[in-house]
C-alpha cells in the first residue's frame, strides 16, 4: 500500500477487502433479531453502548410484550426501564423508545418511515440506527458506521477519524452503492469474529496482505 495511496487506489482496495471478507463470511448477517421493522427500529435503540446477543436475550420477551407504538405507551416509563433494564443507559433508553413510539403514531400512522431524513426525526434515532433500518428492512442502500465499523475503517487506512459522518460519507466514495449493505454485514461481522478491538488475528486474518496495519 502505498502511503499516499489515491482515491482510486483506496476503492479498488476496498472492494477487493469486501470481495474477500464475503467469501470468509458467507454467513454475515445483521446480529439482532428482528421478524420486522418497528421491531429492528427497537432493537437497534437498545443496541446502543450493548452488545447484540445481550439485545437479542431482552427483545425475546420484550416483543412479546410490546407489540405496536402504542404498547410501549400504555406502561408507565419505570416498567420499560424494568424491562430493559439490562441493556443499560435504561432511562434514556426507555425515554427514546417511548419519544420515537409517540411520534410513530402522530406522524407516521404507526408505520417505520422509509426514508432517511424521516427516520432521524425520530427520537433515539441517529443515521446508524436509521441505515441501519434502511438497509436491512428496505434494501435501500445505507452505510451503517457502529464501533466496528470505526475502529476497522481506520485500522485499513481508508480513514483517519473517529467521526461516523465522516467515515460515512468518506466510504459512501470509496464504494459503489450497491455494495453498500454488504459491506456493513461483513465489516461488522469481520469486527466481532477476526478484528477483535483489543486481540486482532491478523495472523489468520483473510485481508491481513490488504491491511497497512496487520501486525
Ligand atoms: S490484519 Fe489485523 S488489524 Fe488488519 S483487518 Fe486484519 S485483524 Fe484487523
Known sequence: MAKHE??????ARMNLIIDKLQAAYTDAKVGLNFTTPFELLIATILSAQCTDDRVNIVTQSLFVKYRSPQDYLLVPQEELEGDIHS????RN???????CCQRLIDEFSCTVPTSLDEL??????????????L???????GITVDTHVTRIMNLLGMVDTTDAVKIEYALMELVPKDRWNDMNHVI????????IARRPQCGICPINALCPSAL
Open 87 to 90: 441493556t443499560g443507559f435504561y
Open 120 to 133: 432521524i426525526t425520530l427520537p433515539g434515532v441517529g443515521r446508524k440506527t436509521a441505515n441501519c433500518v
Open 188 to 195: 461488522i461481522t469481520h469486527g466481532r469474529r477476526t478484528c
Open 135 to 141: 438497509s436491512n428492512c428496505f434494501n435501500i442502500p
Open 93 to 99: 433508553k426507555a425515554k427514546s423508545i417511548r419519544g
Open 6 to 11: 489515491s482515491r482510486a487506489a483506496k476503492s
